[in-house]
């Protein structure tokens, strides 16, 4: 599963894990050893925001959404949440792929998430083969209030990049607060990378 890359590992809680390397200090310390120390065991704390896109473009993908995000409870990710838009996220993002039960897309939905990274999966006007300036200037201003909050940003496409060009796609992909991929088996492995904090290319 792609998730378990998605990893940010530290150690919380009681000291319950052998801790050899100290342990064996203590013994050549000491000379003796009346105690192992011990250590808290590491803990995946990376959290994950997944935001989806069930406009009607997006629907030859609808299986592979539909199982990526029934996979995030079996993540092991600290927390991790799943919402769903049309085209571009605005006013609000919804708790289910009929965009039923919306919840305000606003600073206090970003800030309640804060230092969660953000999976953004939409072909971003690439399937229909056009540019909109309007669609280019909202996804702009998401990505920009996002950025306040979340990182890193990641935006996967199901588009192959040579359909990119002359969209909104193409001049979206320039935005530098995501870094834009197509989506593949690679590129997801690519992606769950870049989310857990590996530089991009």
């Excluded at 406009?55 to 990710?77: E, H, I, K, T, V």
């Excluded at 305000?104 to 990274?117: C, I, T």
Aim: proline content about 6%.
């Amino acid at each position: 599963m792609v998730w378990r890359r998605l990893r940010r590992l530290v150690r919380s809680g009681p000291a319950t894990e052998i801790d050899v390397e100290a342990t064996l200090q203590r013994q050549s310390r000491d000379g003796v050893l009346t105690a192992v120390a011990l250590r808290p065991r590491r803990r995946n704390t990376a959290r994950l925001l997944l935001l989806i896109d069930v406009s009607p473009s997006m629907a030859p993908w609808q299986g592979f959404l539909d199982n990526l995000a029934a996979s995030l409870p079996l993540s092991r990710l600290r927390h991790a949440e799943a919402f769903y838009f049309a085209n571009v996220p605005q006013a609000a993002v919804f708790r289910s792929g009929g965009l039923d039960d919306p919840v305000a897309l606003d600073g206090a939905f970003f800030a309640a998430r804060r230092g969660a990274a953000l999976l953004v999966v939409s072909d971003a006007g690439a399937a229909r083969a056009r540019f909109s300036r309007g669609r280019l200037s909202a996804s702009r201003a998401f990505l920009h209030q996002a950025a306040a909050d979340l990182a890193p940003i990641v935006w996967l496409n199901p588009l192959p990049p040579a359909r990119w060009p002359r969209t909104t796609a193409q001049a979206l992909a320039r935005e530098r607060r995501a870094t834009f991929l197509p989506l593949s088996e690679a590129m997801l492995i690519r992606a769950a990378d870049l989310l857990r904090g590996a530089k991009a290319a």
